[in-house]
């Protein structure tokens, strides 16, 4: 059947700035009405013209208009080829490991995102595929877990929660040599402070949950590929898994990024005064924050970020405070997720990574005294005013 697609004849605008490029999209403007906000294609199935003609979108399980619009826009904004948005960040995870064969191996980053090991341990080692967890902020420590089997290096930088950094180009140049696909995790900074590709990395992912939709109300999940040739795999993912993005959590995403820059800007420099101000406070003993001077990763991210972005960790001095502080915050909302308008602490123990088995977390740090603030856009006066009541 020939496609005679309208929508086919998008700009990719490598000629604008990223601000500019996040609030005009790809197609941006609806061609056909001129509507301004892209619509949303409620459409399960789409008519054809003619026997021999369709308009190139045949079923929404495939292609969804506003779903291409996110996608598109996506990849100009990590600076791929292809994006795809799936229905959360879990389902682009599962879309991503379902490259994997048996016999396979994955090097992952040590203390990635409570979910990801989830899927790595409870569902695809049972179809006969190896993980190992290693320290990627450690060159050396990833090199020794590579054998002639490893497919894939999974990268999260900065990790999450202990907001580790890894060096993208020297782990890239590493999964060349050896023939792996490297693919980061980008969920914490975005393109708008790291743009992965650019790096070296093959593939990103993204829980769209957290800051490209950015306002806590809608469950996305987005893949960008840099060689066209992958996007076979994560078309046939789409098809055949029926995970993608439905239209109208697609166009929540794509209204989110419009304002992508302006809320990334505001919550690195919320994080840098809370941090700071973290940092002096007597029952605070520790505090992971990536824009610290003397973070042991700092020049390196320095080297391929703009920005350190809104996440910070910390760890109290007893239970009691860390309890206290969970149940006392009044504007500051005690809940799971990140990269929302709204600050909120998070108790990872028993949130986000409840299913990393206690000894690898105690051994991370993840401990009874630990707690994530993933800082939001109000005023930071307010946020700091806050802690420090409920910090007591
Ligand atoms: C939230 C998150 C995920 C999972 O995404 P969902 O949208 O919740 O399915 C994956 N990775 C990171 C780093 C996350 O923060």
Redesign the pocket.
């Known amino acids: 059947m020939r496609a005679e697609c309208v929508y086919d004849d998008f700009d990719r605008k490598e000629e604008l700035q990223f601000e500019s490029q996040a609030v005009h999209g790809a197609l941006g403007c609806e061609p056909i009405t001129g509507a301004v906000s892209f619509p949303i294609f409620q459409s399960a199935t789409f008519r054809h013209k003619s026997f021999d003609v369709s308009t190139g979108y045949l079923y929404s399980r495939l292609q969804n208009p506003t779903r291409q619009e996110l996608e598109r826009t996506m990849a100009i904004l990590e600076g791929g080829a292809e994006g795809f948005a799936f229905?959360?960040?879990?389902?682009?995870?599962m879309a991503l490991f379902g490259m994997l064969k048996q016999g396979d191996r994955v090097v992952l980053s040590d203390d990635?995102?409570g979910?990801?090991f989830r899927i790595c341990e409870d569902i695809f080692s049972n179809l006969g595929c190896e993980f190992v967890y290693v320290d990627m902020s450690q060159i050396e420590k990833l090199e020794a877990a590579i054998t002639p089997n490893t497919r894939m290096i999974f990268v999260?930088t900065p990790t999450?929660p202990m907001m580790k950094v890894a060096d993208i180009r020297q782990i890239s140049r590493l999964a060349k040599a050896h023939d792996c696909l490297l693919v980061v995790?980008n969920?914490?900074l975005t393109p708008y402070f790291q743009k992965p590709l650019s790096l070296g990395a093959d593939i990103v992912?993204?829980?769209?949950?957290?800051y490209l939709s950015g306002h806590n109300d809608v469950?996305?999940?987005i893949v960008v590929v840099k060689d066209p040739k992958l996007a076979e795999h994560f078309n046939m993912q789409l098809k055949s898994r029926g995970n993608g993005l439905a239209p109208f959590d697609s166009w929540l995403t794509l209204r989110g990024l419009k304002t992508l820059a302006v809320r990334m800007k505001k919550h690195d420099e919320n994080a840098q005064v809370v941090a700071q101000w973290l940092r002096q406070h007597p029952k605070v003993k520790k505090v992971y924050y990536v824009g610290f001077e003397d973070h042991s990763g700092y020049q390196v991210t320095l080297s391929q970020t703009t920005g350190f972005g809104g996440m910070i960790s910390f760890e109290v001095d007893t239970v009691e405070t860390a309890r206290k502080l969970l149940s006392d915050v009044r504007m500051i909302l005690f809940a799971e997720?990140?990269?929302g308008t709204e600050t909120l602490v998070t108790y990872p123990l028993t949130q986000?990574h409840e299913s990393i088995p206690d000894d690898i977390r105690q051994a991370l740090g993840i401990n009874e005294r630990f707690i994530r603030i993933s800082v939001g856009i109000e005023a930071a006066q307010d946020i700091i005013n806050d802690l420090a009541q409920a910090l007591g």
């Open positions: 229905s959360s960040g879990q389902a682009a995870n990635i995102y979910g990801t999260e999450n995790d969920t914490f992912v993204h829980s769209g949950t957290k469950i996305a999940g997720s990140l990269g986000t």
